[in-house]
């Protein structure tokens, strides 16, 4: 059974940091392609990022290209999303999901695999 626990939520201010983390069992992590994705009530689902299975291959929504940063421990079968510099916009539910592939990832994909995500709240 696969599972994906996301942490590491929270509220901060604007300029601040959070490290999210995304704890997988049941499955092979360099197996996987990993990607975070963020919603808000009532919105569209995007992609924040994503992380190839065997590669350092990554790719980032514009939005969070040069403040967030993907990576993974496959020892710990963690991959965590460092957030920098946090905007009001990037508040969301952070959620962290999974496809059983070895190609390089994109933030297109169905992702087969989800957490139940993490809160993000960016506020003065």
């Known amino acids: 059974q696969l599972r994906l626990v996301e942490s590491g939520g929270g509220l901060v201010r604007p300029g601040g940091s959070l490290r999210l983390s995304c704890l997988t069992s049941g499955m092979p992590l360099d197996q996987h392609a990993i990607a975070w994705f963020r919603q808000v009530p009532g919105g569209p689902r995007e992609g924040v990022s994503c992380l190839t299975a065997r590669t350092p291959d990554t790719r980032y929504a514009d939005s969070v290209k040069g403040r967030f940063t993907i990576s993974r421990d496959n020892a710990k079968n963690t991959v965590y999303l460092q957030m920098n510099s946090l905007k009001p916009e990037d508040t969301a539910i952070y959620y962290c999901?999974?496809?059983?592939?070895?190609?390089?990832?994109?933030?297109?994909?169905?992702?087969?695999?989800w957490g139940q995500g993490t809160q993000v709240t960016v506020s003065p």
């Open positions: 999901a999974a496809l059983h592939t070895q190609a390089v990832c994109a933030l297109t994909w169905s992702y087969g695999f």
